[in-house]
């Protein structure tokens, strides 16, 4: 298991790259804010959720159990949202 430090940097720069990109594509391609929007707020809620998860794991889960289950569900979040920015 990673430290929590390490793993809320992991998730802090990947949703803020996830952003950034989010951003750029909302500048640089189509102005559409309705399908903007909705991807912003979603990438914040993840990152929110996630770094406070890490801060306070469920009691009666092993820690290898629940942090591989935390990065494997961060990760299918991640994917899903990088499939809607390709969709834009």
């Known amino acids: 298991m990673a430290n929590k430090r390490n793993l809320k940097k992991m998730i802090n720069y990947i949703c803020s ?3 950034s990109e989010c951003v750029a594509a909302s500048l640089y391609g189509k102005k559409n804010e309705e399908d903007i929007n909705p991807i912003l707020s979603s990438i914040l809620i993840i990152h929110n959720n996630y770094i406070c998860r890490v801060s306070h794991p469920e009691p009666g889960i092993s820690n290898k159990n629940y942090f591989k ?10 994917s899903e949202i990088i499939d809607q920015l390709c969709n834009i």
Request: no cysteine; net charge negative.
């Open 69 to 78: 289950d935390l990065k494997e569900k961060f990760n299918v979040q991640v």
């Open 17 to 19: 790259d996830l952003f």
